[in-house]
């Protein structure tokens, strides 16, 4: 069984720093595509970041260079650093994996939200991280 759990979300001041995890269970990193998304009060889930079975990051275009995504290759973890947070970074953080890895980057960048389409689109989701930058 598949699970994701998502931590280390918080209160932050503007230009601060926080490090999101994603514990997971039931399938090994190096056989899954993973991402992370995130949801405005208001708005659609937007793709953040993105790494593939290899390795291979991706990242929302405005996130690039203050994102950075990794797993951690001894445990079943996944990290997002998050550095020069802005007010505009306030949203809810949901950890993703998808047993199809072709096109990893693309189905994290160019992904359009609609509730009946998340589960479509990702296998698992997990229950999400609150990060607030205020």
């Known amino acids: 069984q598949v699970q994701l759990v998502e931590s280390g979300g918080g209160l932050v001041q503007p230009g601060g720093s926080l490090r999101l995890s994603c514990d997971f269970s039931?399938?090994?990193?190096?056989?899954?595509?993973m991402g992370w998304f995130r949801q405005a009060p208001g708005e659609g889930r937007k793709g953040v970041a993105g790494?593939?079975?290899?390795?291979?990051?991706s990242y929302a275009d405005s996130l690039k260079g203050r994102f950075t995504v990794s797993k951690d290759n001894g445990k079943p973890k996944l990290y997002l650093q998050m550095d020069s947070l802005t007010p505009e970074d306030t949203a809810m953080y949901y950890c993703?994996?998808?047993?199809?890895?072709?096109?990893?980057?693309?189905?994290?960048?160019?992904?359009?939200?609609?509730?009946?389409?998340?589960?479509?689109?990702?296998?698992?989701w997990g229950q999400g991280t609150q990060v607030t930058v205020s």
């Open positions: 993703t994996a998808d047993r199809a890895v072709a096109d990893c980057s693309g189905r994290v960048r160019y992904y359009v939200d609609s509730p009946g389409k998340r589960q479509e689109a990702w296998d698992y």
């Open positions: 039931g399938f090994t990193h190096d056989t899954y595509c």
């Open positions: 790494i593939d079975n290899l390795g291979h990051t």
